[in-house]
């Protein structure tokens, strides 16, 4: 199946640093999602991006499905942000499962 | 966006028995839900494919009998873990598919004793 690799693993930002998370995938994708799962275990949808490039706040994401990897930008972080950040891609016409990376651990600190 | 809501949000229970986990899509009709499950300091597990109307698909190490799902209507899928075990104790949470995306719950955090 398609391998989803997230880097880096952990992260340590002082408050108001900028921020970028890598995802690189193994195949070919339709369907590339962002995910911030916060303290609670709550997850909460950041982008739907399997190509191109959006923008919401302080967040955006670049996905270039051409080199099979996706960039998601965080800046001006704030402690809010911190939980872990997940990418998540599906692959195959027929199948609608997302494969999930290990995600990147971010914490913010005043 | 979607929202998916998920009951209960935490339950204790005693080894041997069931417990039943809700996942409804709130705001949309679902015909695809997913459930997965999660560890402590993991990613997602995948464990199975909750589809309207007809039985579920479970992946690869995913006892069926253990772990019943039923989508009976178009914004609910249930998850009923029989005769739980300590070793069942996890996050457990699910997703719906949307046109484009998929939406996640809250989650249900199951300790069994």
């Known amino acids: 199946g398609i391998q989803v690799e997230q880097s880096p693993p952990d992260l340590i930002l002082q408050e108001g640093a900028n921020s970028t998370l890598r995802c690189n995938f193994s195949d070919s994708v339709n369907n590339l999602q962002w995910f911030h799962q916060n303290p609670w275990g709550q997850l909460i949808n950041l982008f739907y991006i399997p190509s191109g490039t959006k923008q919401n706040g302080r967040l955006s994401a670049t996905t270039v499905a051409t080199e099979r990897y996706s960039l998601l930008y965080i800046s001006s972080s704030q402690t809010t942000d911190s939980g872990v950040y997940f990418c998540a891609v599906r692959s195959g016409a027929g199948s609608y499962q997302l494969t999930f990376g290990k995600g990147t651990k971010l914490s913010v600190i005043p | 966006g979607a929202v998916v809501s998920q009951h209960p949000s935490w339950v204790i229970c005693k080894s041997g028995t069931s417990v039943k986990i809700e996942c409804r899509s709130l705001d949309f009709q679902a015909t695809t839900m997913f459930w997965y499950r999660q560890f402590p300091k993991q990613s997602l597990m995948l464990m199975a494919t909750?589809?309207?109307?007809?039985?579920?698909?479970?992946e690869q190490g995913v006892e069926k009998d253990k772990f019943l799902i039923n989508h009976a209507s178009l914004t609910l899928s249930t998850l009923t873990v029989t005769s739980a075990h300590p070793e069942d104790s996890s996050f457990y949470i699910c997703?719906?598919?949307?046109?484009?995306?998929?939406?996640f719950g809250p989650g249900t955090r199951l300790t069994v004793t």
């Open positions: 909750s589809n309207e109307g007809s039985k579920a698909t479970y």
């Open positions: 997703s719906a598919r949307a046109p484009h995306e998929q939406y």
